[in-house]
Structure formats: C-alpha cells, structure tokens
C-alpha cells in the first residue's frame, strides 16, 4: 500500500477507479451508490484533501443535487460507514479512501503546508496502541490514527527557501 497522494501519479484514473470500486463494491453487497452519494464520493475523490461537509455541500448543490446540509451528511456517512471514505478528526472533514475494498488500519498523514492527506500502513501502530490500552484495563471508544506535519514536496520547498 503506497501513501498515495504525496507523488504524482495519473489523477483521472484515480477519480475512476475509486468510482468504479465503490460501484464494484455496492454492487456485490447490494448497497446503492445513488446519485448523491456516487457525486459526493466523486466531490471527494477530485482531491486529495480533506474536505468539510459543508464544501462537499456546496459543490453538490453546484450539481444540483441537494442544498440542506443533512444530505451532504447523510452521503458522506454512507461512504465512511463502507469504507469509501475517512473522517479525518484532527480537521473535521473527510477524504476519499486511496484502498477501497481493501481492510486496512491507516495513520492518515496531514500536510499543513498543501492540505494533502495521504493514507499510510498503520496496521502495526494500531496493534502496538491497543496492545499497550489492554495492559491498562481501558476500554477505548475510538482511536484516532492522525499526524499532522509537512509532506515531501512542502518539505522541499522549505529547505530551498
Ligand atoms: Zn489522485
Ligand atoms: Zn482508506
Ligand atoms: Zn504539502
């Protein structure tokens, strides 16, 4: 799994394949992509950035596909409850998954600098954090995987400056 988002990489066949793996996905587990939640996960998929629900809002009513916030929500609790999408709980807005279809732990990478979000492998992170939890008899609702800091190319840019 590679922390897509960081490098360059053909974006269209990104945005259609992340459609075409939800509509795969929904198809084989009789879910329906309708039109508001395929435009919602296409609003998503247009960026790798994290994006509030009142943007992807914004951008459906553009569409001309619901104008009250609880639709914007409704479709994008859709996509985060199958994996479509994330919550991003450090900025309060979602993006789409880079690994549809795939079950995976990620650490969500935040760059302050472009606002990109990358997925990186957090499988053995979140074993060792709950490992450690269990040692103290705590029982955790949820656990965020979040880091926020400078991706490859900000980074760069800093140093040349
Ligand atoms: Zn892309
Ligand atoms: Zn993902
Ligand atoms: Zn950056």
């Known amino acids: ?3 897509i988002g960081f490098e360059h990489h053909d974006h269209d ?26 435009k919602a996960l296409e609003i ?8 509030g629900a009142y943007d992807v809002l914004a951008r459906l009513r553009e569409a001309g596909l619901g104008s009250q916030p609880p639709v ?5 609790d859709f996509l985060v409850s199958h994996g479509f999408a994330h919550r991003i709980e450090l900025l309060n807005a979602y ?3 880079s690994h549809p279809g795939e079950r995976h732990a990620p650490v969500f990478l935040i760059c302050r600098g472009c606002d990109t979000v990358a997925e990186a492998p957090g499988k053995a992170a979140t074993s060792a ?13 949820r656990v965020l995987m979040e ?15």
Request: hydrophobic residues 40%; negative net charge.
């Open 1 to 3: 799994m590679d922390p």
């Open 13 to 38: 066949s990104c945005i259609a394949s992340g459609l075409a793996a939800a509509e795969d996905t929904c198809k084989d587990k009789g879910l329906q992509l309708t039109p508001v939640r395929r």
């Open 44 to 51: 998503l998929l247009s960026e790798h950035r994290a994006m």
């Open 72 to 76: 914007a929500y409704r479709a994008l």
């Open 95 to 97: 993006i789409a998954c």
């Open 129 to 141: 954090l709950s490992a450690a939890v269990a040692e103290t008899g705590f029982v955790p609702s």
């Open 147 to 161: 880091a926020e800091g400078q991706c490859p190319s900000c980074a760069a840019r800093e140093d040349s400056a």
